[in-house]
């Protein structure tokens, strides 16, 4: 008997494993298939395939609450590992900017250092001009040489 004859027969359709489970039971019958599917149904096969049904559902609706149960433990995990990351390389750039705020500061200083250093020496070969022309003016610097 094929599938569809068993539907038109029964008026309930059957999942391919359902169908290979009902086609063993007839083949294991020694009555035509108009009889067959008239027994199957008056002994409650469609009942007993709803049932079988259900608790696949339920099975199955087992599985996927633990599957999504999984799922939020491990989200809720790589989150909590995410975030530790996040908060460790925020703490590190901070750490960082840090360095580099004291390296400008640090830069900031030596720059003035070096600019009063240059205006040091700028006055200080000022006031060595002065005194060598006030030593020409008096005469001293022809002696010394």
């Known amino acids: 008997m094929m599938k569809s004859e068993f539907i038109e027969r029964t008026g309930f359709e059957p999942t391919e494993d359902e169908y290979r489970e009902i086609e063993q039971e007839y083949m294991g019958c020694d009555i035509d298939k108009d009889q067959f599917c008239k027994e ?18 339920e099975e199955l609706e087992n599985k996927l609450n633990m599957a999504e149960k999984q799922y939020e433990e491990m989200d809720s995990r790589h989150c909590r590992s995410f975030n530790e990351m996040k908060d460790n390389m925020r703490r590190k ?15 900031e200083n030596l720059d003035r250092l070096l600019q009063e250093a240059k205006a040091a020496q700028k006055e200080a070969e000022e006031k060595l001009e002065t005194v060598r022309k006030a030593f020409e003016i008096l005469g001293f610097g022809r002696e010394v040489q």
Do not use: H, P, V
């Not at 750039?93 to 830069?107: F, G, P, R």
């Open 40 to 57: 199957w149904k008056k002994n409650g096969g469609i009942q007993r395939l709803m049932r079988l049904r259900a608790r696949r559902i």
């Open 93 to 107: 750039l901070e750490d960082m900017a840090s360095k580099y705020n004291q390296c400008c500061e640090a830069n």
